[in-house]
Every structure is written in structure tokens, then in C-alpha cells.
């Protein structure tokens, strides 16, 4: 068992994890998902070689602080837990992380030196109660994906929109978001974006830039601009960009 490197105990009715676990000094690759296990199991910082975590609905409530020096870690998933702010590792030691899901727990801000990670590359914090984006976040200069659907969110820093690798941005489900600011044509590879359920009447003119935009959710009959009769007649995402387009002000020439 010391060449072990996948464990999947995913849906094994686990109550706890063997302490022994710890002699698999070669596991790279750890399911707990989908198990009632309330605790985490504290050696695991000893297991130097872990790149991917998972303990998805396992109704966890606490990291165990030792988590923080699993520095190889490039995948954790933590979804579907009762994890709060106070409850999480700190994240400034992990930066070989790429993709983070705490989605579905309790958070009303970043994790803690999630910051430092700038090289992640897919973000999922939807279905928390986080009420703002801070500045930092340009920090994420090769993020891919960013969901925040179903949070509070109102104060969210223009900075988001200016991450020109980001792909996706899912904002589905903030219903205080009410507006969108004029940086958002500065998202270039943007292919999907999430407005669903949320306060926004209005899309600028800049989003006629996003020329790589496939995808775009939206509440057809709450919209000002472009307005509802366009809207319902199911234009493609690039139909809204060339409607916003006609919209952009003249250049003097």
C-alpha cells in the first residue's frame, strides 16, 4: 500500500478515516466525498505528495489547521460542508493550488490568503453569503473561471472585470447586483456570463468588446437595455454584443 497514489473512499459510509491512512506516503489523489464524517482526519499533512482533496457534502465543519502545509495540493473540493470563515485553513502557503470549490458552505468573505494563490484557475464560492469582491482579486492573473452565483453580493470591485484571461464569470443569483461597470469590455476571453436573478436592468455599451461571448444568462422581462421585445425573441450572445455595439458612442474623427 506504500505505492497507493488514488484512494476514492467517496460513498463508503465513513464515520471517520483510519489513522493509518497516514503511511500512504505516495497518495497523490484522496476522495472522502459523500460521507457523514463531520471531522476531517488531522495527519494528512504528513502525506507530502497530495495534489487533489476531496471531501464534497460531508458535512464537515472544521480544517484541521494542519492543512495548510499540504503545499502540493492543485485540487481541493470542499463543497456541499458547513464550513465558516473562522473554520478554514489559511491559504497563503498553498500556491500549486489551481482549482478551489468551497461552494455551498457558510463563508461571508475570501479565504484567508486565497490571494496569494495567483496562479488558480477555477474559483467556485457560489451558495455562500459573501457580500463583496475585493480589489485583490486582480491578484488572479490566469484565472479561467470565477462562479458566485448565490451569494449577497453588492459591492463587487471593478477589478473583477478587467481579468482578461477569465472565461466564465457566474453571477447568477445576487439579487443586491445591480450594475455593471464600464471595465467589463476589458474581458477578452470571456465566453459565459451569469446575470440571472440579479439586479441588473441594464448592459453597457462596452460589452460590445466581448467578441469571444457565447453564452449569457438572463431575466428577459426585467431589462431596460437591450429591452425586453429584443430580448425575447432568444438572440444569440453575440446578437446582444452587436446590439450593444450599435449602441457605443461615435468616434470623432
Known sequence: LHQLAFLDLANCKLKSIPRDIKRLSSLTHLDLSMNPLTALPKPLDVLPRLRALLFQGAGVEKMPEEYAKLVMLSELQASGNSLRDSTIVEFKRLLNLRKLDMSMNQLTMFPRGIFNVENILELNLSGNELRLVPPKIAAFGRVRLINLASNQLRDVSIELFELSTLTSLNLNGNADLDN?????????????????????????????????LTEISLDVDNYLRPPPAF???????????????????????
Open 231 to 253: 430580448l425575447k425573441k432568444n438572440p444569440a450572445a453575440q446578437d446582444i454584443v452587436a446590439y450593444l455595439r450599435r449602441l457605443a458612442p461615435s468616434k470623432r474623427t
Open 180 to 212: 455593471l461597470p464600464s471595465t467589463i469590455g476589458s474581458l477578452a476571453s470571456l465566453s459565459f456570463l451569469g446575470l440571472r436573478s440579479t439586479g441588473v436592468t441594464e448592459l453597457p455599451w462596452e460589452m460590445s468588446k466581448l467578441t469571444s
